[in-house]
């Protein structure tokens, strides 16, 4: 197979759908070998699984950026806004529903823009610090805080995608990324901790970075769509009588946005949403992951969440579970997922587990569960009737 690089040559010389958005008039398919026709490996004028996973994983490696969860496979919205990008490239329609800014929306470059001040350190430890972009303004700014995915266990805050970055600046809005001690040397909720202490210290320095406190929101993807719940659904957990000045700020957030995010981390919710999804006969332990050089489901659990016992491990996993926590004066969410509930599950084992643990269900029942309560859940997937694009159109309904 040739390079993404050959492919993307191929895309501005193959021939231009005049005059209608190829967004629109094309399965994902079609739209896929236009401009990659080097994927077609069998030459049967079909995408296949298997063509599209390999094409999926050359692309990754050649351009980690368009994984934007961090999953290291490519989710059906994530090859949409490939698609877009190479739409874009070529100075065709873009549909209305799409962000604007960077390349997108005629705003400046992000790739080129620094932070306004980076590594800013909010905790002790190395990984406690966070990069701030300020919008430009006389007034004070509202503020987007990005958290990154990675499983808890790898991440950093350069993932925040240089595009998004620049959509949210043009629309007058500050932009944070943090990091977060990994489960590899601290259990967690640290990693939440760790989020909140950084939103406050954001907060302790409001008058001083031209931040409205007032209008604060978080967004990111996996276990960054975790915590940003988490911070979003708690009771607010500002110490009004500590003599740290931070810790009196307070922890709640006007809004939150989340892609692929899990709203429960309860075995019980696994078996009974995720693996009917396999039609088998497997087990919650199947999608467990070897932590530390521990391979044990239950001592890799406890591990994760810091219990002596499975049953301790359970409940502080249940005190950090969306869903647990959604009560009905929370803020609202727009969530985002890469596929419809109904899409086939993949054949490609390499895949499956990263489709399973970032599926639509998890959106769907967090939203159940909201409607319930009159808590706004827009929830968007591929086929979805949801008034919101995109995050970015999302924060600037409710943050400006």
């Given at each position: 197979?040739?390079?993404?690089?050959?492919?993307?040559?191929?895309?501005?010389?193959?021939?231009?759908?005049?005059?209608?958005?190829?967004?629109?008039?094309?399965?994902?398919?079609?739209?896929?070998?236009?401009?990659?026709?080097?994927?077609?490996?069998?030459?049967?004028?079909?995408?296949?699984?298997?063509?599209?996973?390999?094409?999926?994983?050359?692309?990754?490696?050649?351009?980690?950026?368009?994984?934007?969860?961090?999953?290291?496979?490519?989710?059906?919205?994530?090859?949409?806004?490939?698609?877009?990008?190479?739409?874009?490239?070529?100075?065709?329609?873009?549909?209305?529903?799409?962000?604007?800014?960077?390349?997108?929306?005629?705003?400046?470059?992000?790739?080129?823009?620094?932070?306004?001040?980076?590594?800013?350190s909010y905790g002790e430890d190395e990984r406690n610090v966070f990069d701030i972009w300020f919008a430009e303004s006389k007034d004070p700014t509202p503020l987007a805080v990005y958290i990154?995915?990675?499983?808890?266990?790898?991440?950093?805050?350069?993932?925040?995608?240089?595009?998004?970055?620049?959509?949210?600046?043009?629309?007058?809005?500050?932009?944070?990324?943090?990091?977060?001690?990994?489960?590899?040397?601290?259990?967690?909720?640290?990693?939440?901790?760790?989020?909140?202490?950084?939103?406050?210290?954001?907060?302790?320095?409001?008058?001083?970075?031209?931040?409205?406190?007032?209008?604060?929101?978080?967004?990111?993807?996996?276990?960054?769509?975790?915590?940003?719940?988490?911070?979003?659904?708690?009771?607010?957990?500002?110490?009004?009588?500590?003599?740290?000045?931070?810790?009196?700020?307070?922890?709640?957030?006007?809004?939150?946005?989340?892609?692929?995010?899990?709203?429960?981390?309860?075995?019980?919710?696994?078996?009974?949403?995720?693996?009917?999804?396999?039609?088998?006969?497997?087990?919650?332990?199947?999608?467990?992951?070897?932590?530390g050089g521990v391979s044990d489901p239950e001592e890799v659990r406890m591990k994760m969440w810091g219990g002596s016992t499975p049953e301790e491990a359970n409940e502080t996993a249940k005190e950090c579970s969306a869903i647990q926590l959604l009560s009905a004066d929370d803020p609202?969410?727009?969530?985002?997922?890469?596929?419809?509930?109904?899409?086939?599950?993949?054949?490609?084992?390499?895949?499956?587990?990263?489709?399973?643990?970032?599926?639509?269900?998890?959106?769907?029942?967090?939203?159940?569960?909201?409607?319930?309560?009159?808590?706004?859940?827009?929830?968007?997937?591929?086929?979805?009737?949801?008034?919101?694009?995109?995050?970015?159109?999302?924060?600037?309904?409710?943050?400006?």
């Open positions: 197979m040739k390079s993404l690089r050959f492919f993307i040559s191929l895309s501005f010389l193959s021939l231009t759908v005049c005059g209608v958005s190829f967004l629109q008039a094309e399965t994902f398919g079609e739209r896929f070998l236009r401009y990659f026709p080097q994927a077609d490996a069998d030459k049967d004028g079909m995408l296949s699984e298997k063509e599209e996973a390999a094409v999926s994983k050359r692309i990754i490696q050649r351009f980690p950026r368009v994984d934007a969860n961090g999953d290291g496979v490519l989710s059906e919205e994530e090859k949409e806004q490939l698609l877009v990008r190479v739409a874009a490239m070529r100075g065709e329609p873009i549909a209305d529903n799409q962000p604007a800014g960077g390349f997108l929306g005629g705003g400046r470059s992000a790739a080129k823009q620094k932070p306004s001040i980076a590594n800013f990154h995915g990675g499983g808890f266990k790898s991440g950093s805050k350069e993932k925040l995608r240089p595009e998004k970055l620049t959509a949210l600046l043009d629309a007058g809005i500050s932009v944070a990324a943090i990091n977060y001690r990994f489960v590899t040397t601290d259990p967690l909720p640290t990693a939440h901790h760790d989020a909140k202490r950084a939103i406050q210290v954001m907060r302790s320095k409001a008058d001083e970075w031209n931040i409205d406190k007032e209008r604060v929101a978080a967004f990111g993807g996996s276990a960054g769509a975790q915590i940003c719940m988490w911070l979003a659904y708690s009771d607010d957990m500002a110490n009004a009588s500590s003599d740290d000045p931070v810790e009196r700020e307070s922890t709640r957030l006007v809004c939150v946005a989340t892609t692929g995010g899990q709203t429960s981390n309860q075995p019980d919710f696994y078996a009974n949403n995720i693996l009917p999804l396999l039609g088998s006969e497997a087990t919650v332990d199947a999608l467990m992951k070897p932590l609202p969410i727009f969530m985002s997922y890469g596929m419809p509930p109904d899409a086939r599950k993949p054949s490609d084992k390499a895949r499956l587990r990263g489709w399973l643990i970032h599926h639509v269900v998890f959106g769907t029942k967090l939203k159940e569960k909201a409607d319930e309560l009159g808590v706004e859940a827009d929830l968007r997937y591929p086929g979805a009737d949801c008034q919101y694009s995109s995050e970015v159109a999302f924060f600037r309904d409710k943050l400006r």
